[in-house]
């Protein structure tokens, strides 16, 4: 079984649209995060939730919000997408804040 | 957050030891050094970390200088799964390891 799991693995929509992305991690974990990697492959932390409440905001657009139904599930939905929006987003999920992060494989997403 | 420093990318022969390097010359006196690498097309997967002594665990070793300035990722027998982009990343004791900066990290190929 995959341990952190997101769909879609692709993602191709027009700008304006609305679109979201799940995940679900199968390990138990208390902590969950979604991260972005822009075209020159940096990664950078945008929201964590711990136990369902959102615990980092990193400074992104207010068209992001992340929903966690439970500890084991958060999404990302996006409003109005934008051509900036393009990139690959990863959720992951660690035992704990400060806990080793499991990584899912990935959402490519391309705003066209 | 204290910045590392990595070479853009590395080479090496199947079956070879591979040392990959980082300095991280402001690091602090709490700050754990952490090492994930990310393969072509996956989310970024946990490899080692340690504080102060020099570490081992099944993938890799991680030989920290005596003054914390750099550290070493050692990976003993290089296979062709090995290539990936390294990471070296700084983590201050008690902070939480979502918030920190990936960088652009090193690209180990790895030659059959």
């Known amino acids: 079984d995959t341990a952190v799991s997101q769909t879609p693995k692709y993602l191709v929509t027009q700008m304006g649209n609305d679109k979201s992305i799940k995940c679900e991690q199968n390990?138990?974990?208390?902590?969950m995060y979604w991260y972005k990697q822009d075209s020159k492959k940096f990664l950078k932390i945008m929201f964590s939730y711990n136990n369902k409440e959102l615990i980092i905001n990193e400074t992104v657009p207010n068209r992001f919000s992340p929903k966690s139904p439970d500890k084991a599930h958060l999404n990302l939905h996006i409003n109005s997408l934008e051509l900036g929006d393009s990139a690959v987003y990863f959720c992951?999920?660690?035992?704990?804040?400060?806990?080793?992060?499991?990584f899912g494989s990935g959402t490519q997403l391309s705003v066209l | 957050d204290a910045k590392t420093t990595q070479p853009n990318s590395m080479e090496s022969n199947e079956e070879e030891p591979v040392h990959l390097p980082c300095n991280h010359s402001?690091?602090?006196?709490?700050?754990?050094i952490h090492w994930y690498r990310q393969l072509p097309s996956q989310g970024p997967e946990y490899v080692i970390h340690g504080l102060t002594s020099n570490v081992n665990n099944r993938m890799a070793s991680l030989a920290i200088a005596e003054d914390r300035k750099s550290s070493t990722l050692i990976l003993h027998r290089a296979t062709l799964r090995d290539a990936a982009v390294y990471y070296c990343?700084?983590?201050?004791?008690?902070?939480?390891?979502?918030?920190?900066?990936f960088g652009r990290g090193t690209q180990l190929t790895v030659w059959p």
């Open positions: 402001t690091i602090s006196g709490t700050d754990y």
């Open positions: 990343i700084l983590s201050p004791r008690g902070s939480t390891l979502g918030r920190l900066y």
């Open positions: 992951a999920s660690s035992q704990e804040l400060r806990g080793k992060l499991f």
């Open positions: 390990l138990g974990h208390d902590t």
